[in-house]
């Protein structure tokens, strides 16, 4: 072991709310946090913005309804479908088309990687392009004056008194602390709670690396989605066949290699075989691993299958599963919490649920909705001056749907 000496860091400053990671999930967060007053800073370790969604490729919102022909999340994530179509840059199925099992329908739908799970029928579910994501996100921000820090790491806090102090970071610049009221941990992984000694779980899984191709020829096609792009498919490459532990950077390295490996010569089959690709290029590939799980945080109330349709009266999101109809799960804000830290709330991905939950709560739409129920509930937290676990969630709900969420209930 080698003892690295205690040291003075410089202090950035003191925000309201801070924001740890800007994938779907910590963008809704310091939105809705920045949208109720709070002054909102937000950290990003890579140079974009929007983690899988956006770098990771995954350019489907599943799914945004029921199943059963009702949308369940709306406010942020429904916002960003709004400006994402006024730019031409998204692809969705219109409301009176949801839960149709109409074979060309569902054809036409499962073209564009919208339609999933059994019987087959079509969802509220969104095909967008990253770019325009990510500058509806920039734009967004700025608006709301979030203060967006690229480039920067999160590297660990500082307790007192049962809360995060201190947050560490680190970039070209060096350590440097931020001392913020409230802390949203929205980095996926939960470097966060696990820093603040917050429980949780982790598991190891198989990467996924998607990539796009250029200059395909139309006619049928194997298992590609249509982008918006004409001659342009998505091709949902995994996942690999070994499972690796998604926060070590030596399993990582390898899954990128091996990934990228596979990719390309699942291209190369592509190209030998099918005629629409014969004149094909690939054009990019995503530039985050696809990771479907890691660490999720086991905190005040871990969301399970058998909660399934059931209410909670601290709900504060709702989301329907992608590949299956009818099964809706209200998400208690107790799943955002944990009793080891006072001020701090987590979104996205790395929320408290079983794995089986994961699969519907670690949707894009979902994660959006938790982010923004997060960045809300610590805004309200910070101005009231107030611990998480001990704010007015009645207060966070009234703030949600006033903002045009869907908190259940
Ligand atoms: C193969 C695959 C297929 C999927 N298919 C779909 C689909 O079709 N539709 C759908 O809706 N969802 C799908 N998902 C799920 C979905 O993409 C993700 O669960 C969701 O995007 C997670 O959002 P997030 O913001 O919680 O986390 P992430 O997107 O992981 O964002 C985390 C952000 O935090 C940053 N970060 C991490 N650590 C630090 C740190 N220490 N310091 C600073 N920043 C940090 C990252 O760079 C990133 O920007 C899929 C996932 C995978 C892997």
Redesign the pocket.
């Known amino acids: 072991m080698w003892h690295e000496p205690a040291r003075e860091v410089p202090v950035l400053g003191r925000p309201d709310v801070l924001v ?7 963008v809704a967060a310091a939105l809705a946090a920045a949208r109720r007053g709070a002054d909102t800073w937000l ?4 140079s ?6 956006t ?2 490729l ?1 350019n ?4 945004l309804d029921d199943g059963a022909g009702h949308q369940v999340v709306a406010g942020l994530c429904q916002e960003f479908v709004d400006r994402l179509a006024a730019l031409g840059r998204c692809r969705f199925p219109p409301k009176e088309q949801w839960n149709s099992e109409d074979a060309e329908l569902v054809a036409r739908w499962r073209g564009s ?1 919208l339609v999933w799970g059994a019987p087959e029928s079509v969802r509220y ?1 969104v095909a967008f392009d990253p770019d325009a994501f990510v500058d509806v996100a920039i734009a967004a921000l700025r608006h709301s004056r979030v203060r967006l820090r690229m480039h ?4 660990g806090v500082g307790l007192a008194d049962g809360a995060i102090a201190a947050v560490l ?1 680190e970039s070209k610049k060096g350590r440097e602390a931020i001392l913020p009221r409230a802390v949203v941990d ?4 939960g ?1 966060v709670f696990v820093a603040a000694g917050a429980d949780y779980e982790q598991v190891k899984i198989p990467p ?1 690396l ?1 990539f796009r191709v250029g200059g395909v020829d139309g006619g049928p096609r194997g298992f590609v989605f249509d982008t918006l792009d004409p001659g342009r498919v998505l091709v ?1 490459w ?2 690999h066949a070994e499972r690796v532990d998604p926060c070590d950077p030596d399993d990582l390295t390898r899954a990128e290699l091996a990934c990228r490996e596979g990719a390309a010569a699942a291209f190369a089959d592509l190209r030998a075989s099918d005629p629409a690709f014969a004149r094909a290029w690939l054009d990019d590939y995503a530039r ?1 691993l ?3 799980e890691s660490r999720r945080l086991v905190g005040d109330h871990v969301l399970t299958k058998e909660e399934g349709d059931f209410r909670f009266a601290d709900a504060i999101a709702r989301t329907g599963h ?1 590949t299956k109809r009818g099964v809706v799960y209200e998400i208690p804000y107790r799943c955002l919490t944990t009793p080891a830290v006072a001020n701090l709330l987590v ?4 929320i408290s649920t079983t794995r089986y939950v994961h699969q519907a709560t ?4 979902a ?1 959006m909705a938790t ?1 923004e129920a997060a960045g809300t509930a610590a805004a309200i937290a910070a101005a009231a001056g107030t611990g998480v676990r001990t704010v007015d969630v009645d207060e966070v709900r009234v703030a949600l749907r006033a903002a045009g969420a869907d908190v259940g209930g």
């Open positions: 740890v990671g800007a994938g779907a999930a910590g950290i990003e370790r890579s974009s913005i929007g983690g899988l969604a770098v990771g995954i489907l919102l599943l799914t990687g579910s920067t790491s999160f590297a970071v929205a980095s996926g992984d470097d996924h998607w949902p995994g996942p985050m696809g990771i479907t992608w979104a996205g991905r790395c670690k949707e894009i739409p994660a982010g």
